[in-house]
T-cell receptor, first 110, second 113 residues
Framework: GENVEQHPSTLSVQEGDSAVIKCTYS??????FPWYKQELGKGSQLIID?????GEKKDQRIAVTLNKTAKHFSLHITETQPEDSAVYFC?????????FGTGTRLQVFP | DGGITQSPKYLFRKEGQNVTLSCEQN?????MYWYRQDPGQGLRLIYY???????QKGDIAEGYSVSREKKESFPLTVTSAQKNPTAFYLC????????????FGDGTRLSIL
């Protein structure tokens, strides 16, 4: 079955710097890749997603890139702010079931 | 406002006791999901339902049960057979068109007394 690996598990950056989180997936048939942000004690909020017919998608300070050949996709956050601090999860799917990565705890220091 | 409501936010279970976690959505979504989250791990799928009166086991269904009598509701029962129930439980829903984003509730944290 599908397996999703996510790195790093923790990431600390200075406010204003960029943060990059990477995920790799095993099933080449996967065609949908969402990213979720989870704040402490809360559920996960979709922040951006990308489908396999697109290589890059951007929404203000957040962007996602997809390399289908290498089977990896990445989340890029530019000009980080303290409120970006949270746990970020990537996921991959080819049907209606999402397979999640293990999460990255991002800390943005003022 | 449309969304997913999980209750309670915190729940405690005694040995041998069954407990039920509530999940309600008013997004008119056909599909609903239950996930379990443990520290340092990703979300693992317990059960999911694509239509009313139908549901399928996920990757870790043992010790859990669900029902889907109404489109809006997908309660999860953690039975006494689940020997390690302490976790954060998340409910999600989405439309049934291909690759629709899942919307999550705020979760229920279950602990053992």
């Amino acid at each position: 079955g599908e397996n999703v690996e996510q790195h790093p598990s923790t990431l600390s950056v200075q406010e204003g710097d960029s943060a990059v989180i990477k995920c790799t997936y095993s099933d080449s048939a996967s065609n949908y890749f969402p990213w979720y942000k989870q704040e402490l004690g809360k559920g996960s909020q979709l922040i951006i997603d990308i489908r396999s017919n697109v290589g890059e998608k951007k929404d203000q300070r957040i962007a996602v890139t997809l390399n289908k050949t290498a089977k990896h996709f990445s989340l890029h956050i530019t000009e980080t702010q303290p409120e970006d601090s949270a746990v970020y999860f990537c996921a991959a799917s080819k049907t209606d079931k999402l397979i999640f990565g293990t999460g990255t705890r991002l800390q943005v220091f003022p | 406002d449309g969304g997913i409501t999980q209750s309670p936010k915190y729940l405690f279970r005694k040995e041998g006791q069954n407990v039920t976690l509530s999940c309600e959505q008013n997004l008119n979504h056909d599909a609903m999901y239950w996930y379990r989250q443990d520290p340092g791990q990703g979300l693992r799928l317990i059960y999911y339902s694509q239509i009313v009166n139908d549901f399928q086991k996920g990757d870790i269904a043992e010790g859990y049960s669900v029902s889907r009598e109404k489109k809006e509701s997908f309660p999860l029962t953690v039975t006494s057979a689940q020997k390690n129930p302490t976790a954060f439980y998340l409910c999600a829903s989405c439309g049934t068109a291909s690759n629709q984003p899942q919307h999550f509730g705020d979760g229920t944290r279950l602990s053992i007394l």
